[in-house]
């Protein structure tokens, strides 16, 4: 945002700030070409610009809109020139409330009024599905009231006055995930979580589907860390609807699965405590994910390392036994790690950590002789 006049910048930081509040938004609005229309404006404001282009998401593509404000006239609302692409696109001004009613002293005016002509802007897309195949797949997507008329953009290119393809629907898929433990977002970017579903259809009558899962930064960082997410293919002859909550409900089962995650490693660490009490020793406090323990058994003393992954309790706990008293050559301590032993994920908390202490007890003695026989005293 750096060359443009104080004024404007104000206008066109909360633009670029509110990206997710201008459209569904699979990314944000960027400014560039920056100039000045108005030389005795350039004097004024240190030759900075007036005028810009905005690179605008939507539909699972961009759209790029000219913003020409006249510094020397700060007060009056800016021209907005539209694409060569959208000569057809002719709204009505009566439309654009926040347009008409310009406030040059509240900074979101600008915002407001992209608002506007975006919502004006899929209007008249949605006009060139009407008498299509596509126009009933769309309409089906409001017939349980899942989804509404905010929560899907739709673009439809028209070529010497025909409209062609591919046709897109980008859809919001209103995942909630309010549940997710804060500490798995803590490092990914700044933003929203978002889900959405980009559409793409051949023509105005169907023909060949491709379907691509849309996330915003901070939820495809989230789902990578899980294996990402695997679309199902659009089933032939298949309803748009049904695919749509299908995948919608995939999401929301992964989600609820690393919530229920997070919860069982925090059950479960609270079941080592209750069956061990001060033998266990030390526990992560944040995401669960390690216990260590110190036990001793005939003056042999060695420690346990506890491992939850991510993908706990279907994936059991890796426990990693290590000598207090013996090390190998080279100095490094003697350590076995059991990753196959009686486990189910469907056992509770406390018979996990049961079934934990009868392993730990059938195991310390060979443990015990193989580290005296592999190594040396500390």
Not at 28 to 43: A, M, N, P
Not at 338 to 346: D, F, G
Request: with cysteine; charged share 20%.
């Amino acid at each position: 945002m750096s060359g443009l006049c104080p004024f404007v910048e104000n206008f066109v930081r909360n633009v670029v700030e509110g990206s997710s509040n201008a459209g569904i938004c699979a990314g944000i609005i960027s400014v560039s070409d920056v100039r000045t229309g108005c030389l005795l404006g350039l004097k004024e404001n240190g030759g900075r610009g007036d005028r810009f282009r905005l690179s605008i998401p939507y539909a699972g593509q961009h759209i790029t809109w000219e913003v020409i404000f006249n510094s020397c006239y700060p007060e009056d609302p800016p021209e907005i020139i539209l694409g060569a692409e959208d000569d057809e696109f002719n709204p009505d001004i009566e439309c654009l409330k926040n347009y008409c009613s310009w406030d040059p002293a509240n900074e979101l005016s600008l915002l407001f009024t992209l608002k506007d002509l975006l919502s004006e802007y899929r209007s008249h897309h949605l006009s060139r599905l009407s008498g299509s195949r596509l126009e009933f797949d769309y309409n089906t997507l409001f017939d349980n009231s899942e989804f509404d008329s905010d929560d899907i953009e739709v673009y439809v290119p028209r070529k010497n006055g025909c409209s062609t393809g591919p046709v897109r629907f980008l859809i919001r898929l209103n995942v909630d995930f309010s549940g997710i433990p804060e500490y798995l977002l803590k490092d990914a970017p700044g933003g929203e979580v978002v889900a959405l579903l980009l559409v793409n259809y051949k023509n105005l009558d169907g023909g060949t589907v491709y379907p691509h899962i849309q996330l915003s930064p901070r939820a495809e960082c989230l789902f990578n860390m899980f294996g990402g997410i695997r679309l199902l293919p659009f089933p032939l002859e298949g309803c748009l609807v049904d695919y749509v909550l299908g995948v919608r409900e995939q999401l929301n089962r992964t989600v609820l699965s690393i919530i229920n995650g997070f919860v069982k490693r925090k059950e479960y660490t609270a079941s080592f405590s209750a069956n061990f009490g001060s033998q266990l020793i030390e526990f992560d406090t944040i995401a669960y994910k390690q216990i260590t323990c110190l036990f001793e058994w005939q003056d042999f003393r060695f420690l346990v390392y506890v491992d939850l992954n991510l993908k706990f309790p279907q994936e059991q706990p890796t426990f990693t036994f290590q000598s207090v008293y013996h090390t190998k050559a080279d100095g490094t301590p003697i350590t076995r790690v059991y990753t196959n032993y009686p486990y189910s994920p469907r056992w509770g908390g406390l018979e996990m950590a049961a079934r934990a202490k009868a392993f730990f007890l059938t195991t310390i003695q060979n443990f015990q002789k193989e580290s005296i026989q592999e190594g040396s005293n500390l």
